[in-house]
């Protein structure tokens, strides 16, 4: 999977639709799906097989950072956010030791879900987002 993401990025795509194409969410029976982002899942489909994983993949390319969890969800995937902009993500929530009332948010990425870090604009984009 790395050198498909090098590859990928190499030619030009940016690293959130090259993670949409390497590793889809479970997409073909969502109904409320938008329709154009369900063109881009069947287009791409006909394409490569998606990676199923399972797998937690954390990646970055120098302005985004991102965490995917594969469409199964079978390797959990847990991150927290604290007042100071420390980002964590892991399948373990205890990977890093701060204090309760340090943290902003905390949650997971669920199966198929991608959350990206633009370090740039400073945003933290959730799967919903991220198209």
Known sequence: MDNMLELLLAGGMDIVRAMR????????????MDPELRSFFDFNSMHMEPW???AGIVMSDGRYAACNLD???LRPARYVITKDKLITCASEVGIWDYQPDEVVEKGRVGPGELMVIDTRAGRILHSAENR
């Open 21 to 32: 194409l390497l590793v889809p969410p479970a997409w073909q029976n969502n109904p409320d």
């Open 71 to 73: 469409r199964n969800g």
């Open 52 to 54: 199923d994983g399972p």
